[in-house]
């Protein structure tokens, strides 16, 4: 043990060694000196030590479960896991999440704008008042010219700063944004290539980059033309970012580590860090994350080794989870002749599956039963009248409506993968509902693919040979925003090659739904009108609703006052490090 | 010899150019779109097409083949999709870890190999040799990955001793060769000594004991030659096929073991690869795979140019 945290000068043993500079043998050895050099010697021992108390930093070392740090230059790839570290750490967005409860859902509240409002003459036209006196970690100040540049290095090809290499994990998270134009210094407008009330939560994702710091990069960046140049430019901003954020980059090593420290002058003074230094590291093996965490080698991993979480507990970690905008389904194919047409069959699958037993027998707890894309408590839930839960009787009496039973069993063919982001565990977890499925008549084949293969696959449709025949898809999804959690998947128009409606879903009633709260701008509204179109496709069984992910981590109990919202994300700046 | 060292050279250059013909070629017909990494599969088809021409995906092969060749014989591997770092910084930073490692592996290994093959050898079929056969057999039986999972529970989670994973506390960018960091490369180096050391056990045991049983010992050894003069001749005779299978058993340490470098994060070539496989970044993965394949090449080469200076007839060959 000592020869490890020695070796690291980790913040246990920086604090161990100030303690002991006041141990008792000290006071003892200086107790006996009377002289005034003495005296003035224990002042500057005293003074020593109190300086070393002062200083003593306080260190928090995370290992996530990315096999590689997730890119820092401001828009971060590798999903949400990138979002949390690289880019709410070290940045802020116009729009950011209330992440500060466990109980309520994790809505959208004003980050660097501190207010917006639709052209009520144009509802293509937004104006965004930017919050006054935000400074870049650079010192360069944040204005409506530094949004402009932002929106620029994903929309406009030609600026100088626009990099393709940002495009795709940003364009696609706010598919309607169009452009940015400067009113004032704090008021910016912001243009979507169609009304769309969903902006203000799409643009969480476009988080703001210093202009000033990036082009003083830019004129010393190597290269051979302009374009040469500015990916230089990024290259070297990433390995010296500058955003907004509560915290600033102070090391970082290539695929192996992020120092990030903590910015006293956040404009947010509530989430000034608690905790000086926060050190990143990518362990992409579940049992090395596990282990690093019980040898003392960082205090907090992500997703634990599920089989490692007694021992976890029994060594005194504490285990943080709570239920994830995440949806763990089987989507149904609704092209000509699929068995999924019938409504009934729809409802007894989803009647059919003991969500409690998958829970507490499979997954040791870590999941949340799902009854639905947003669960009881979220306001996009609304009031469905078919309830999912198990109830294998009724479950049964649908089928045999619908010309089923015992001696003719519905043949029914799933794809999904052995493994993937999200995914959980996705083979034990569809061989449990193929054993469940199979008390309601079901005769379920499964059809295991590569992930990567699976998820390219989910574009090209339930119609396209890659499908192989299945009637169903096993990819999991992020439910952040009405898009991915709902519009995608319910919308006609969304089809493939368009998006991932990959069966093939074409109700009127749907397309109407999600004009309806596209097209409404009171953000109270636009909630009930989401609300009603979630309800709609519960009440259609629209998807097998399985599970929702709880993100696990575990930590050492010296971290102190972490909350765990229902989000993708955590606010790392509430968090203390005990001695 | 010059001229067979010349020979070797100019056989080792369409070696090269197949090898990058082939990961070139591997890379691409296999299932996935490479601009995964930077497009999520539900951006838009018009977003796809517009981010494929920037990155040339929507060329003919040959045509990104020639491009490739031309600019990775300049020195240039490209820039990886995923980070956007130059693939040639990103992989020298790798497999000089992934060095690191495998030379220590490397002597720990074969240190050992030598040790138990040759005393294996000589006191064969007897108590000592079944325990050094078993050894060896060990060796080679247990999965890497698993006895990395069993040594970093005995000696990072239970007894507290070494770390489990990293390459340094401070990431290998500050490596130095003290005990601080040296303790982060004990356990990844004994995990991969140990298929290298079982392989080079069975081998020596067995040239050991057939050089033996060979006539020309019994005559070494009725002209009144020393043990210790005899043990230099089997050596001698030995030595080009334990350093061909030595050479051999670095280059597959030097490729880097995903397995062993993903259970300790160690930041070699197999965790780079790993990356780079599940982010299907082609760039990163070809460069990977072609700067690999040529330290395969480039040690071949010097494996032969030692064989045939320890045995002339190789040259003749």
Request: net charge neutral; charged share 20%; hydrophobic share 45%.
């Amino acid at each position: 043990m000592h020869t490890i945290k020695s070796a690291t000068q980790e913040p246990a043993t920086a604090v161990k060694g100030t303690a002991s500079l006041r141990s008792p043998v000290i006071v003892r050895r200086t107790a006996s000196l009377r002289s005034p050099m003495a005296l003035a010697m224990m002042a500057v021992a005293a003074s020593f030590v109190l300086a070393q108390a002062a200083v003593a930093e306080t260190v928090v070392r995370i290992g996530m479960t990315a096999a590689d740090i997730p890119r820092t230059l401001g828009q971060p790839d590798q999903g949400f896991e990138g979002n949390r570290f690289t880019g709410l750490t070290m940045y802020d967005a116009l729009t950011g999440w209330d992440l500060s409860s466990s109980d309520k859902a994790s809505v959208v509240v004003p980050g660097l704008a501190t207010e917006w409002a639709v052209n009520p003459d144009d509802k293509t036209k937004w104006v965004f008042k930017l919050r006054p006196g935000v400074k870049f970690h650079d010192g360069s100040p944040f204005n409506a010219d530094a949004v402009v540049w932002n929106v620029e290095k994903v929309l406009k090809q030609d600026a100088p700063q626009f990099d393709a290499s940002q495009v795709g994990v940003t364009a696609s998270r706010m598919p309607t944004l169009a452009s940015a134009r400067k009113i004032d210094d704090l008021t910016v407008e912001l243009s979507t290539k169609e009304p769309d009330s969903f902006l203000p939560i799409n643009l969480t994702n476009l988080f703001m980059a210093s202009p000033s710091k990036w082009q003083k990069l830019y004129e010393s960046a190597p290269g051979a033309d302009a374009k040469a140049k500015s990916q230089a430019a990024w290259a070297a901003f990433a390995a010296d970012a500058s955003g907004t954020g509560p915290w600033k980059m102070s090391k970082f090593t290539p695929r192996e580590r992020l120092e990030v420290v903590k910015n006293p002058e956040y404009w947010d003074k509530a989430r000034v860090p608690k905790v000086d230094r926060m050190v990143m590291l990518p362990m992409p093996e579940a049992n090395a994350r596990t282990a690093a965490l019980l040898s003392g080698q960082v205090d907090w991993i992500e997703a634990p080794a599920p089989d490692a979480v007694p021992q976890l507990k029994q060594r005194g970690f504490t285990i943080y989870s709570n239920e994830q905008p995440h949806v763990w389904p089987w989507q149904f194919s609704r092209i000509e002749g699929s068995p999924w047409n019938d409504i009934r069959v729809r409802k007894a699958a989803n009647l059919c599956v003991d969500r409690e037993g998958m829970k507490d027998g499979l997954l040791a707890g870590l999941m949340v039963p799902a009854t639905g894309t947003f669960e009881p408590g979220h306001p996009w839930r609304g009031k469905p009248t078919f309830e999912i839960k198990y109830d294998k009787a009724a479950a049964q009496k649908l089928m045999q409506e619908a010309g089923y039973g015992p001696s003719k069993k519905l043949t029914v063919k799933t794809q999904t993968s052995a493994s993937g982001s999200g995914q959980m565990q996705p083979l034990p977890m569809n061989e449990y509902l193929q054993q469940a499925l199979a008390e309601c008549y079901f005769d379920v084949q499964l059809d295991v693919i590569e992930w990567n293969t699976l998820f390219t696959n989910w574009r090209r449709g339930a119609k396209d040979p890659s499908a192989n025949g299945a009637h169903a898809t096993n990819v999991t999804y992020a439910a952040m925003d009405p898009f991915f959690a709902m519009v995608r998947f319910l919308q006609s128009s969304m089809a493939p090659p368009v998006s991932n409606n990959w069966g093939f879903i074409n109700d009127p009633k749907f397309d109407a739904l999600v004009k309806k709260a596209r097209e409404t701008f009171d953000p109270k509204e636009r909630d009930a009108a989401l609300a009603e179109l979630h309800a709609a496709s519960v009440d259609d069984a629209a998807f097998l609703y399985v599970a929702h992910d709880v993100g696990p981590r575990a930590m050492t109990a010296k971290i102190k006052g972490l909350v765990q919202p229902k989000s993708w994300f955590v606010d790392f700046s509430t968090m203390s490090m005990t001695p | 010899m010059l001229a067979y060292v010349a020979r070797r050279f100019v056989y080792a250059v369409p070696i090269v150019l197949s090898v990058a013909l082939v990961c070139f070629l591997l890379v691409h017909i296999t299932p996935g779109d490479p601009l995964v990494a930077v497009l999520p599969a539900d951006a838009s088809q018009e977003l796809a097409a517009q981010l494929r021409t920037a990155y040339g995906f929507d060329r003919p092969l040959p045509v990104q083949f020639g491009l490739w060749l031309w600019k990775a014989v300049h020195g240039d591997l490209g820039n990886s999709i995923a980070t956007g770092r130059p693939v040639l910084s990103e992989v020298i930073r790798a497999v000089a870890n992934t060095v690191t490692l495998a030379v220590v592996a490397a002597v720990i290994g074969f240190t050992l190999g030598l040790f138990f093959g040759i005393v294996a050898g000589y006191f064969r079929n007897t108590w000592i040799d079944k325990v050094a056969t078993s050894v060896a057999i060990a060796g080679v039986s247990l999965p890497h990955y698993w006895l990395g999972m069993v040594l970093v529970i005995i000696f990072s989670v239970q007894l507290n001793w070494l770390p489990a994973v990293g390459a340094g506390p401070g990431g290998s960018g500050e490596w130095k060769w003290d005990w601080a960091h040296l303790s982060y490369l004990v356990l990844p180096a004994i995990t991969t000594s140990v298929i290298p050391m079982g392989i080079v056990t069975r081998t020596v045991r067995a040239l050991t004991g057939d050089i033996l049983s060979q006539d020309f010992v019994e005559a070494l050894r009725a002209k009144g030659l020393s043990e210790t003069h005899v043990f230099r001749h089997v050596i001698k005779n030995a030595a080009p096929t334990a350093l061909a299978v030595m050479g051999l058993q670095l280059g597959y340490m030097l490729g880097g073991s995903i397995l062993i470098e993903t259970v300790f994060s160690w930041p070699g070539s197999g965790l780079l690869l790993n990356s780079a496989i599940f982010q299907r970044d082609l760039p990163l993965l070809q460069g990977t795979i072609l700067v690999l394949a040529l330290f395969f090449v480039f040690l071949n080469l010097m494996v032969d140019i030692a064989q045939a200076s320890i045995d002339p007839r190789i040259k003749r060959g």
